[in-house]
């Protein structure tokens, strides 16, 4: 069973569109976060949620909003696409106990590409 | 604010030999975590490796140790016995407190290459 996983892993589109992410984790963890790898490899964190409190890098557009139906599950949604916005975008989940490694398990990426 | 560097954009190793990937932080919180990933070709990330700030001894994992020197604030990824399979990006990360949540700041990588 697939621990972490999104859908689409490739999503081609124009810009000026809008389109989802979506990423489920089957690991039952509290918190949920989406990071973006540049075309340099760079991962940046986006978006953290932990059910309770959702953190927003600041230098986050707020084109993008994350959507989280329940705890099992973080949607990316991204409004009038940019150029700019070609990137791989990673889903990833962690435990947050008191003490701990809090290790983040990542899903397999969604490769966006805007023309 | 955190930092993460990792000087080496890419490196070298003949297989069955070990290699060390160099990973210096930046912190001013007392207590942090120091994490390693793997990046394959395929684009997946994959947990390595864990350090805390108060582990008295360095974390181990089969091949994988990280060579934690708190003082010089480095954690360093030595691999032994390298396979052809341990090709791939290597990135460190170390986390930071958030309001309920432990976000990753990432280095920019080291690109591993192992020769056969």
């Known amino acids: 069973d697939t621990a972490v996983s999104q859908t689409p892993k490739y999503l081609v589109t124009q810009m000026g569109n809008d389109k989802s992410i979506k990423c489920e984790q089957n690991?039952?963890?509290?918190?949920m976060y989406w990071y973006k790898q540049d075309s340099k490899k760079f991962l940046k964190i986006m978006f953290s949620y932990n059910n309770k409190e959702l953190i927003i890098n600041e230098t986050v557009p707020n084109r993008f909003s994350p959507k989280s139906p329940d705890k099992a599950h973080l949607n990316l949604h991204i409004n009038s696409l940019e150029l700019g916005d070609s990137a791989v975008y990673f889903c990833?989940?962690?435990?947050?106990?008191?003490?701990?490694?809090?290790?983040?398990?990542f899903g397999p990426g969604t490769r966006l590409t805007v023309t | 604010a955190q930092k993460i560097t990792q000087t080496q954009p890419g490196m070298f190793v003949q297989e069955k030999e070990a290699v060390t990937l160099d990973c210096t932080y930046d912190?001013?919180?007392?207590?942090?975590?120091l994490f390693w990933y793997k990046q394959p070709s395929s684009g997946e990330m994959i947990f390595l490796i864990y350090q805390g700030s108060y582990d008295q001894q360095n974390a181990t994992e089969g091949r994988y140790s990280l060579n934690f020197q708190k003082a010089r604030k480095s954690a360093n990824l030595v691999i032994s016995a390298s396979q052809l399979g341990d090709s791939a990006m290597y990135f460190c990360?170390?986390?930071?407190?958030?309001?309920?949540?432990?976000?990753?700041?990432f280095g920019k990588g080291t690109k591993l290459s192992v020769i056969p």
């Open positions: 912190t001013s919180d007392p207590s942090y975590g």
């Open positions: 990833a989940s962690s435990q947050d106990f008191l003490r701990g490694p809090h290790e983040q398990y």
């Open positions: 990360a170390t986390r930071r407190p958030g309001a309920g949540s432990y976000q990753l700041t």
């Open positions: 690991l039952g963890h509290d918190t």
